[in-house]
């Protein structure tokens, strides 16, 4: 398994990885699916072998992001630019570039939020004094799993390398279930930016203000611009004013290492009451430009089912503790564009599936199979065994809901029910029928089980027509009528997706559709490209 590093390619191979999974299996508390973050993560191949629970990477190269599988979560992209601490997982790994091995294997030590750190290190990093404070500083144990000569690899990577496993747990509590670090890394970032506590515990009054003022106080050197403004790039603003404040926030605190600590100790001012709030302030800031960011997906999420947008948003709100900057956020809409274009598929199987009942559907030609009304009975989809079948164009949905006059309820209509009707709406769009500014369901008055038509509007013909009518009855049945090329897109779509046609014209000869409409329709559900949603965020694309 191949892994780009900026002057020479290192093969890793399945001895190390193995080791390594074989070593934490047989630790307490991972569990069977440990939540994994690969530093350096390349095509994801490592991730993949190594768990099969939470995957998270770091990776830098843009045709390495590309390839990663979707149910990998990209954390960050340069590594020089991330922070570990805040990133919770159950192992960090990493093989890091052997030109900058300490560097990699410092920062992660020091960093890891995490209970084992697996590294793949030259055997000469026992003599590595950097290191090996890290090590110190966290209060780790550290065992050599097994050494290995890469004797085929390309002349800079020819090395004796060490497979190591890093403990941070506090094993004196392990036996009661815990595993909490020994030194939270956190604590270790704060003691080296907010000296002021370290010295108030340790040092005298006396020296504790001395060369205070010429300490650099870091932050960053950025500006807030006005720049959030269509055709400008939003993610460079959003960016700017996140560095902007999280800077102003650092100074702030650090304000308290102007302040004589004895003043400070009279307040019952503690180092564990401050880095708990700056770690909370942290935390809320990067959440608070993420949440912009994401409000801002609207032409992806406009597309998406109502199930389809909470799943994709839950997923997206649970991650963000990425590092909020112009990298990360293209990776973000990158694997946002790649598992968006997934659930546009999913979405038109979960929806047709809903409209399937005994008097819906119509057989393929080939399918010689017939059901009674009782194998009908109590089932939520189609009854087992069914199948190759598509939608007549009157469809009677009997699970969605329909006329209510319960709390909640949208002009009459139940709140599930409006939402299929919407979500009818957005599977149309996709498939080319632009119901864009068009009715929606509570644009209705539901109390009467009148016909209420739903519109699009037809751009060859320049005029709006029927996309579908529907009548809502206090049974909780919707009877719908569809338009006849909706129906046939949406049904050539359905038996594409679920493997039934593998052609335009097996479809056309399945269903008895005309082979243009048949034509029209397998390639018809909208799909994102990764270029295409950049731009459409305004995201400079440019990056390297």
Same mark, same amino acid.
């Given at each position: 398994? @191949?892994?780009?590093?900026?002057?020479?390619?290192? #093969?890793?191979?399945?001895?190390?990885?193995?080791?390594?999974?074989?070593?934490?299996?047989?630790?307490?508390?991972?569990?069977?699916?440990?939540?994994?973050?690969?530093?350096?993560?390349?095509?994801?191949?490592?991730?993949?072998?190594?768990?099969?629970?939470?995957?998270?990477?770091?990776?830098?190269?843009?045709?390495?992001?590309?390839?990663?599988?979707?149910?990998?979560?990209?954390?960050?992209?340069?590594?020089?630019? !991330?922070?570990?601490?805040?990133?919770?997982?159950?192992?960090?790994?990493?093989?890091?570039?052997?030109?900058?091995?300490?560097?990699?294997?410092?920062?992660?030590?020091?960093?890891?939020?995490?209970?084992? $750190?697996?590294?793949?290190?030259?055997?000469?990093?026992?003599?590595?004094?950097? $290191?090996?404070?890290?090590?110190?500083?966290?209060?780790?144990?550290?065992?050599?799993?097994?050494?290995?000569?890469?004797?085929?690899?390309?002349?800079?990577?020819?090395?004796?390398?060490?497979?190591?496993?890093?403990?941070?747990?506090?094993?004196?509590?392990?036996?009661?279930?815990?595993?909490?670090?020994?030194?939270?890394?956190?604590?270790?970032?704060?003691?080296?930016?907010?000296?002021?506590? &370290?010295?108030? @515990?340790?040092?005298?009054?006396?020296?504790?203000?001395?060369?205070?003022?010429?300490?650099?106080?870091?932050?960053?050197?950025?500006?807030?611009?006005?720049?959030?403004?269509?055709?400008?790039?939003?993610?460079?603003?959003?960016?700017?004013?996140?560095?902007?404040?999280?800077?102003?926030?650092?100074?702030?605190?650090?304000?308290?290492?102007? $302040?004589?600590?004895?003043?400070?100790?009279?307040?019952?001012?503690?180092?564990?009451?401050?880095?708990?709030?700056?770690?909370?302030?942290?935390?809320?800031?990067?959440?608070?430009?993420?949440?912009?960011?994401?409000?801002?997906?609207?032409?992806?999420?406009?597309?998406?089912?109502?199930?389809?947008?909470?799943?994709?948003?839950?997923?997206?709100?649970?991650?963000?503790?990425?590092?909020?900057?112009?990298?990360?956020?293209?990776?973000?809409?990158?694997?946002?564009?790649?598992?968006?274009?997934?659930?546009?598929?999913?979405?038109?199987? &979960?929806?047709?599936?809903?409209? #399937?009942?005994?008097?819906?559907?119509?057989?393929?030609?080939?399918?010689?199979?017939?059901?009674?009304?009782?194998?009908?009975?109590?089932?939520?989809?189609?009854?087992?065994?069914?199948?190759?079948?598509?939608?007549?164009?009157?469809?009677?949905?009997?699970?969605?809901?329909?006329?209510?006059?319960?709390?909640?309820?949208?002009?009459?209509?139940?709140?599930?029910?409006?939402?299929?009707?919407?979500?009818?709406?957005?599977?149309?769009?996709?498939?080319?029928?632009?119901?864009?500014?068009?009715?929606?369901?509570?644009?209705?008055?539901?109390?009467?089980?009148?016909?209420?038509?739903?519109?699009?509007?037809?751009?060859?013909? @320049?005029?709006?027509?029927?996309?579908?009518?529907?009548?809502?009855?206090?049974?909780?049945?919707?009877?719908?009528?569809?338009?006849?090329?909706?129906?046939?897109?949406?049904?050539? !779509?359905?038996?594409?997706?679920?493997?039934?046609?593998?052609?335009?014209?097996?479809?056309?000869?399945?269903?008895?559709?005309?082979?243009?409409?048949? @034509?029209?329709?397998?390639?018809?559900?909208?799909?994102?490209?990764?270029?295409?949603?950049?731009?459409?965020?305004?995201?400079?694309?440019? $990056?390297?």
């Amino acid at each position: 398994m @191949e892994r780009a590093f900026s002057s020479f390619k290192l #093969v890793i191979s399945y001895p190390e990885l193995r080791l390594i999974k074989s070593d934490f299996k047989a630790m307490k508390g991972i569990g069977e699916r440990p939540s994994l973050l690969d530093v350096g993560a390349g095509n994801g191949k490592a991730l993949k072998f190594l768990t099969e629970g939470k995957r998270y990477a770091i990776e830098k190269s843009v045709p390495l992001l590309s390839s990663l599988d979707k149910d990998i979560f990209v954390v960050g992209t340069d590594f020089k630019e !991330q922070t570990l601490i805040d990133k919770r997982t159950d192992i960090v790994f990493c093989n890091p570039p052997y030109s900058e091995f300490s560097y990699f294997a410092q920062r992660i030590i020091e960093e890891a939020n995490a209970k084992y $750190i697996y590294l793949i290190l030259p055997s000469r990093w026992v003599n590595d004094v950097a $290191i090996q404070q890290c090590i110190k500083m966290r209060d780790a144990e550290c065992e050599v799993l097994g050494e290995y000569d890469y004797l085929n690899a390309e002349r800079k990577a020819r090395a004796v390398v060490n497979v190591i496993r890093i403990s941070l747990i506090d094993k004196r509590y392990s036996s009661y279930g815990s595993n909490a670090q020994k030194i939270d890394p956190f604590s270790l970032w704060f003691k080296k930016n907010f000296a002021i506590f &370290e010295e108030s @515990e340790n040092s005298s009054h006396t020296d504790t203000l001395k060369n205070r003022h010429n300490k650099n106080a870091g932050g960053f050197d950025s500006r807030i611009q006005n720049a959030m403004v269509p055709g400008v790039d939003l993610v460079a603003a959003l960016q700017s004013m996140y560095d902007t404040d999280l800077s102003s926030l650092v100074q702030t605190y650090k304000k308290l290492e102007e $302040i004589d600590t004895v003043v400070l100790k009279e307040l019952d001012v503690s180092f564990d009451g401050v880095k708990e709030a700056l770690k909370l302030k942290i935390g809320g800031l990067k959440d608070k430009y993420w949440r912009e960011l994401f409000s801002n997906f609207d032409k992806i999420t406009d597309r998406l089912t109502a199930s389809s947008r909470e799943k994709l948003l839950k997923v997206l709100f649970e991650h963000t503790h990425v590092d909020f900057n112009k990298s990360n956020a293209y990776a973000l809409v990158q694997w946002m564009c790649k598992n968006a274009n997934l659930y546009f598929d999913d979405q038109i199987v &979960e929806t047709v599936e809903k409209m #399937v009942s005994q008097s819906s559907i119509v057989l393929y030609k080939s399918n010689e199979k017939t059901f009674g009304k009782e194998q009908w009975r109590y089932v939520y989809r189609s009854p087992e065994g069914l199948d190759r079948f598509a939608l007549d164009y009157r469809i009677v949905v009997t699970r969605e809901g329909g006329r209510t006059d319960d709390y909640g309820s949208t002009n009459g209509l139940s709140r599930r029910a409006e939402v299929f009707l919407n979500d009818l709406c957005t599977i149309a769009g996709n498939l080319g029928f632009d119901s864009t500014g068009c009715e929606r369901a509570r644009d209705f008055d539901w109390n009467d089980s009148a016909k209420k038509v739903f519109t699009y509007y037809d751009h060859s013909a @320049e005029k709006y027509v029927t996309l579908f009518e529907c009548r809502a009855y206090c049974n909780g049945n919707l009877h719908l009528k569809l338009n006849q090329a909706f129906l046939a897109k949406m049904n050539v !779509q359905f038996g594409k997706l679920k493997g039934w046609v593998k052609s335009p014209k097996e479809a056309a000869e399945e269903m008895g559709v005309d082979i243009e409409i048949a @034509e029209m329709g397998f390639d018809a559900n909208f799909k994102l490209t990764s270029t295409g949603d950049v731009l459409a965020l305004g995201v400079d694309y440019s $990056i390297n």
